[in-house]
């Protein structure tokens, strides 16, 4: 399910290549060994560690074991690449940026969408003061393959993924801090599992249907099969207040027919909102007013073209990170803005399951802070 990263970073010949595998299933080690033609193929990563002669990590496993994998790499030396999120929990983000600090070991966070094309040309937008200075950003998040990919395996169980305010939402979050320039102080929520609680469930360790990632059910209440555990929400809305000042919100469905995110910013002198996020969509500012609503708006820019998945995005960040591996140096992605995207969406998951109750995201150690903006330099 997370190959893509892994494909993006081997590149015999070209720098770097993917010389070891470690996973549970025994088919996928095959399978995956196979595929990167090694034949380092074993059950526990910490089989790994006793090589002594590797240069990075992926860790791209279930949510709630990044963690303990993450932190078992640093502390033998091995720069890590997490898959986002960082964590499920506040407290295991800062364990793993804690240990990346102690140890001196670099850590990178796999937050692709910085890299997006559509992502940097908001944020080059916003930068010229097209629609001046940012003051609230909203994001609709519309999964309409959701049923097929996050309640037939192991994202519905909350005990491995907090929430899907945590599994989806902190790519989203991490984008609008980044467009808004701060980061959330305070969050409430409110949402619930409206769909998906009711169906059909496979008995526990039943593998998942054949197809199960080709063949989608419509409509929604049509699907079965689901995992076992269901107990994540299908449907979330959150509001964030950022510590500049900007107001922001994020609203998830994963029972729409159409699978798209929509960003809106809306600033001092305009407002910029996406149609599509593909090369060739648009973002569009309108500018000047007031009026009615102008489809054609004030300006339209082409998202730009890129090659890879996610609209160029795993390329540029296993790039980034490979530089970073070697030379060291500022990156584009944060973790402590994993960190922070991920502490809101905890807090949002805590406060819908509490009624919308607010929440404070406690602050993180300033040292830790300024280490990773130094770029992880002692």
Not at 223 to 246: A, I, K, P, T
């Amino acid at each position: 399910m997370r190959r893509s990263i892994a494909a993006a970073a081997h590149r015999p010949g070209r720098g770097w290549v993917i010389v070891a595998i470690a996973d549970l299933d025994s088919d996928v080690r095959k399978r995956e060994a196979e595929r990167f033609n090694t034949d380092i193929a074993v059950e526990n990563h910490r089989q790994l560690l006793e090589r002594g002669d590797l240069d990075a990590v992926i860790v791209a496993t279930p949510d709630d074991s990044h963690g303990a994998i993450a932190c078992d790499m640093l502390r033998a030396g091995v720069p890590a690449f997490v898959e986002k999120p960082l964590g499920i929990t506040v407290e295991q983000c800062d364990t793993i940026l804690s240990t990346a600090y102690e140890t001196g070991t670099r850590l990178y966070v796999g937050h692709n969408m910085r890299q997006t094309g559509v992502v940097r040309l908001m944020r080059d937008i916003i930068a010229r003061g097209d629609t001046g200075e940012p003051k609230a950003v909203w994001v609709r998040h519309f999964v309409g393959y959701g049923g097929d990919y996050y309640f037939k395996d192991w994202h519905a169980d909350r005990s491995r993924t907090n929430g899907l305010l945590l599994q989806k939402a902190p790519q989203d979050i991490n984008v609008q801090h980044w467009l808004a320039g701060g980061y959330t102080s305070r969050v409430n929520a409110l949402g619930d599992l409206l769909v998906y609680g009711d169906l059909p469930r496979r008995e526990p360790d039943t593998p998942r249907p054949e197809g199960w990632l080709r063949d989608f059910d419509w409509p929604p209440t049509a699907q079965r099969d689901l995992h076992h555990v269901v107990d994540v929400e299908d449907v979330s809305v959150m509001n964030m207040q950022l510590d500049n000042g900007v107001t922001a919100a994020y609203q998830q469905c994963h029972f729409t027919p159409d699978y798209w995110r929509n960003y809106t910013v809306i600033g001092t002198e305009g407002r910029l909102e996406n149609f599509g996020d593909d090369p060739g969509d648009t973002v569009k500012v309108w500018n000047s007013g007031p009026s009615g609503y102008r489809a054609d708006a004030d300006i339209s820019y082409r998202v730009p073209n890129a090659d890879g998945s996610h609209g160029g995005g795993d390329s540029r960040i296993t790039a980034e990170f490979c530089r970073f591996i070697r030379q060291g140096g500022a990156t584009d992605t944060s973790p402590v803005a994993a960190r922070m995207s991920v502490a809101a969406g905890a807090l949002a998951t805590r406060s819908l399951r509490e009624g919308g109750r607010p929440y404070d995201v406690p602050a993180l150690d300033p040292e830790l802070v300024a280490y990773f903006e130094r770029g992880q330099v002692p």
